[in-house]
């Protein structure tokens, strides 16, 4: 399933709006913010699909039968751009696990880059729900190499792909390749530039949350 959250007008699209917006961005906590805002809103998304039970809960006056979240979803991102978005849902799952994933473009003489995935800090994700959040997914290669790598080694049971902008080239590349994944999305931007940047997209996403990199 493929959900994109300004396919409905809500605050959200003015969150967006501040994270595209050139000047906006240029104030790094509330580019931060806006990403935290945007994890938090799809995070309350996202738990309506987590199974439920029924539970009592004894306030001062009574019982009152409450239906609760099973299971606390594991929340993943990539570095370092995704950062703030994790946060968001982390904000929202307080009680989740978090696993974090360093991987990078190598870029080639050719100008064509492979993904290079340098370390993963997670926990045991066997018979899990895994969130992997990520701000951008340009091409989807990063996401994918990073499902592929941690389907590898773990039984999850069910993978959500979350981003705050994304391509259209990157979401087919992803359902191809997770066709399971259930993927959720801020906003949906058809181009990209020949370095792979999403247009009109924000821009560099981790630049902008962290600075420059050498
Ligand atoms: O869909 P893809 O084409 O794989 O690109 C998406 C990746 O690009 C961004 O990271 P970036 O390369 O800006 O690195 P950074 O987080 O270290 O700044 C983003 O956070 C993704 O990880
Ligand atoms: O548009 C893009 C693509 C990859 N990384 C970014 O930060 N922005």
């Given at each position: 399933?493929?959900?994109?959250?300004?396919?409905?007008?809500?605050?959200?699209?003015?969150?967006?709006?501040?994270?595209?917006?050139?000047?906006?961005?240029?104030?790094?906590?509330?580019?931060?913010?806006?990403?935290?805002?945007?994890?938090?809103?799809?995070?309350?998304e996202i738990s309506k699909k987590l199974p439920y039970t029924e539970v009592e809960v004894q306030t001062p006056l009574g019982l009152a039968n409450v239906n609760l979240p099973t299971e606390h979803p594991v929340i993943g991102t990539i570095l370092r751009?995704?950062?703030?978005?994790?946060?968001?849902?982390?904000?929202?799952?307080?009680?989740?696990?978090?696993?974090?994933?360093?991987?990078?473009?190598?870029?080639?003489?050719?100008?064509?880059?492979?993904?290079?995935?340098?370390?993963?800090?997670?926990?045991?994700?066997?018979?899990?729900?895994?969130?992997?959040?990520?701000?951008?997914?340009?091409?989807?290669?990063?996401?994918?190499?990073?499902?592929?790598?941690?389907?590898?080694?773990?039984?999850?049971?069910?993978?959500?792909?979350?981003?705050?902008?994304?391509?259209?080239?990157?979401?087919?590349?992803?359902?191809?390749?997770?066709?399971?994944?259930?993927?959720?999305?801020?906003?949906?931007?058809?181009?990209?530039?020949?370095?792979?940047?999403?247009?009109?997209?924000?821009?560099?996403?981790?630049?902008?949350?962290?600075?420059?990199?050498?």
């Open positions: 399933m493929l959900f994109i959250l300004n396919k409905t007008n809500s605050i959200a699209n003015k969150y967006l709006a501040e994270l595209r917006d050139e000047d906006t961005q240029q104030d790094r906590l509330r580019f931060k913010r806006n990403q935290e805002r945007l994890g938090e809103i799809l995070a309350y751009a995704g950062l703030p978005f994790q946060q968001g849902f982390m904000n929202f799952f307080d009680q989740s696990p978090a696993a974090f994933i360093t991987a990078y473009r190598k870029v080639k003489r050719s100008g064509d880059f492979v993904i290079k995935i340098d370390h993963i800090s997670t926990p045991n994700l066997d018979d899990t729900t895994f969130i992997l959040c990520d701000t951008m997914l340009a091409t989807g290669q990063s996401i994918v190499e990073v499902c592929k790598e941690l389907l590898a080694t773990y039984e999850i049971k069910t993978l959500h792909i979350a981003a705050v902008i994304a391509s259209t080239e990157g979401i087919e590349h992803v359902r191809a390749h997770l066709p399971k994944a259930n993927i959720w999305v801020c906003a949906v931007d058809e181009e990209m530039t020949t370095k792979a940047y999403i247009v009109p997209g924000l821009g560099d996403a981790g630049d902008l949350a962290f600075g420059e990199k050498v």
